[in-house]
């Protein structure tokens, strides 16, 4: 729809957009860099005409366009993006694109099943694809459940703890995870882990890829605390893995229940109230004849 000017040193340039419309739309334009276009003014022949911009991003530029009517538009600013990050804008399109179609197969059919040229089908694209971004079943399986559980929005809640409000954080990272639980694949989400400890090779990938990193990140995190004097004192290794397990097996205690967990009959809020003051507090009103550090949170 937009043509550019065969010379870019033109500083003025006439452009009839409409289809069959009537109005012929003149804009001044300047050539940036990476051929970026930007109308300094824009105008009809018939009239001038106050129009709002509409932001449309594409796999390798940003387009910024003015709409005149249901037939006719005017490009007023198109960014192009540089080489290196179209290449990284396509490789996590490609990416996720991948992840997305294994989750579904590994879903249906387990990972011994499950074969990368169904996985392929599923997504469209060729076989020889998958392995330019995992170079074997093993590595996407465990990156299929790494980019299922370890979610942006739970490394960004979790980055947070040592220098945020801990009461409020832990009962965000529940109300996560409890979201997490509501979709369907989350079902067959113990299945699929419990393969990876019939295979030995797979094993090693998932401490080495998944579980090792991510301990390693909260591990930090409680380091923080207790430097802080937030947290008391404990190996780091001990506290992660007791609060870790007992967040883990909440979840999939709830998982096993299902619809007959009494879990669905409390408000999602109250749940995690409750969990974040056990973890926090425990469960004796005093502890060594005082009073607990925090009164229920409400």
Known sequence: MYQQAENKDARE????????????????????????????????????????????????????????????????????????????????KRRKQILKASLDVFSRKGYAAATIPEIARAAGIATGTIYIYYPSKRELFIAVIKNFI?????????????KGDITVIFKHILQDRFDLLK??????????????????????????????????????????????GKFRRLEPAVAVRAVGGMFLGFLMLKIMEGDTSPLDRLPQDKVANDMVNFVLHGLLNNAGGKKGQKEDIK
């Open 13 to 92: 340039q006439r452009s009839h957009l409409a289809q069959g419309g009537q109005d012929e739309v003149f804009y001044e334009e300047k050539h940036g860099h990476a051929g970026c276009i930007i109308a300094r003014q824009v105008k009809t022949v018939k009239e001038k005409r106050s129009v709002s911009p509409s932001y449309i991003p594409l796999d390798n530029c940003f387009l910024l366009y003015y709409y005149v009517n249901e037939r006719s538009f005017i490009i007023v600013e198109i960014h192009m993006a540089d080489k290196e990050s179209r290449k990284k804008q396509i490789t996590e």
């Open 150 to 162: 370890i979610t942006a929005p739970l490394l960004n809640l979790i980055d947070k703890i040592p």
């Open 183 to 228: 979709s369907e694949t989350m079902s067959q989400m113990p299945s699929l882990i419990g393969e990876v400890q019939r295979d030995p090779e797979l094993k090693a990938l998932w401490l080495e890829q998944f579980l090792r990193p991510f301990l390693s990140r909260i591990e930090a995190g409680y380091h923080a605390m207790t430097t802080s």
